[in-house]
């Protein structure tokens, strides 16, 4: 009775699958810290997005808008005050300055949701929004450049990412979702349809409205997703059960998120998330097919119907096969959702 019934298949059950999952998601661009992240997945019913660099790519300034025109030199001083950033725009504003040599700063700090300051041969550059830079809103700017008592005001245009209608519809199916972003709302009426009359939209955000807005809905008993880009995201994306960063560059390091998600492999989301909700199911079918077997095995066993020996095999035979359904079973279903379960070379 104590070898047939064996525990070890309802113990690799769960370990088998995950580890098979983690392969299959890392294989589709999705990072996962570790395999508790994938049930915290499967259980999520709600997804909050942010938009700057998530949900939208961020084109060249589309002009000058008022203000300052910089010489050479002071392009120089802006391109070395933006490079250490991540933020989209920074690197928006760092493609319209030009590659310059770099420049020691004599003082560096980046304030989430406000901008950037540095000091560098003595000059005093403030990049950021009007708030931080001191200027009058202009309507029709998003970023603000200040050198010293001179100031340039810069528009861009962000572009949704390819695909996220078909992404919104897919993801509307299963979850609640919202979106909270820290730049105005110009583009309200693009999104809006998108997202559906029902969809939480909030604009002007800062990195502690979007904390207080996830810790909220947690209060409500809700599993919550928080897909961001990262820094200007950092508490919100900690304060989700889920904290997804979206990234141009996967090796870049975001200690507050649970994952990376490959900005190129944006529209496979759903596939995903579907794939980690399937999980539970695919754990399950496992756990019954082991509890199976020793039923029918300790029947035998009880009544000295079975040989020791016999028992002796068919402990590691029914490990064997707990392994063999629960990956195979994870890959067919990866296969279903036209996931990738093999590494790309």
């Known amino acids: 009775m104590l070898i047939v019934a064996c525990p070890c298949a309802l113990l690799l059950a769960t370990t088998y699958t995950n580890g098979n999952l983690l392969r299959i998601f890392s294989n589709n661009g999705l990072y996962l810290r570790d395999a508790t992240v994938i049930e915290q997945l499967g259980n999520a019913d709600h997804i909050v997005f942010d938009k700057t660099g998530t949900l939208t790519h961020t084109a060249m300034p589309a002009g000058l808008y008022s203000g300052a025109t910089f010489t050479d030199e002071e392009k120089q001083w802006i391109y070395n005050t933006l490079k250490p950033s991540k933020h989209p725009y920074s690197k928006a504003l760092a493609g319209w300055t030009g590659i310059y040599p770099e420049r020691m700063t004599d003082a ?22 009007a708030a931080f830079t001191a200027v009058e809103e202009n309507t029709q700017a998003n970023v603000y450049v200040r050198i010293k008592d001179r100031v340039a005001a810069f528009h861009f245009t962000p572009e949704l990412r390819e695909g996220l209608g078909e992404v919104i519809t897919q993801l509307h199916n299963h979850y609640q979702l919202a979106l909270l972003s820290g730049d105005n709302n110009r583009q309200l009426k693009e999104l809006r349809p ?88 695919i754990i399950a079918a496992s756990f019954i097919v082991s509890l199976i077997y020793n039923i029918i095995g300790l029947s035998f066993a009880v009544r000295s119907a079975l040989n020791p020996m016999i028992a002796a095999i068919l402990m590691p035979v029914s490990t064997l096969s707990i392994v063999l359904i629960s990956t195979g079973a994870s890959t067919l279903v990866a296969k279903m959702l036209r996931l990738s379960v093999a590494a790309k070379e």
Not at 108 to 129: L, T
Not at 218 to 229: A, L, R
Not at 230 to 249: F, M, T, Y
Not at 250 to 263: G, R, V
């Open 194 to 281: 998108l997202f559906g009359a029902d969809s939480i939209m909030l604009f002007a955000q800062k990195p502690q409205d979007k904390l207080n807005y996830i810790a909220a809905l947690q209060e409500k008993k809700k599993k919550v997703v928080m897909i961001g880009d990262g820094l200007n995201d950092a508490g919100a994306l900690q304060q989700s059960n889920v904290g997804i960063a979206l990234a141009d560059n996967i090796n870049n390091f975001t200690p507050s998120c649970d994952a990376i998600l490959d900005a190129s492999r944006f529209q496979m989301l759903p596939a995903l998330l579907k794939m980690a909700r399937a999980s539970k199911k």
């Open 108 to 129: 560096w700090m980046e304030i989430p949701g406000k901008g950037i300051e540095a000091v560098i041969d003595g000059n005093h550059i403030r990049i950021g929004n």
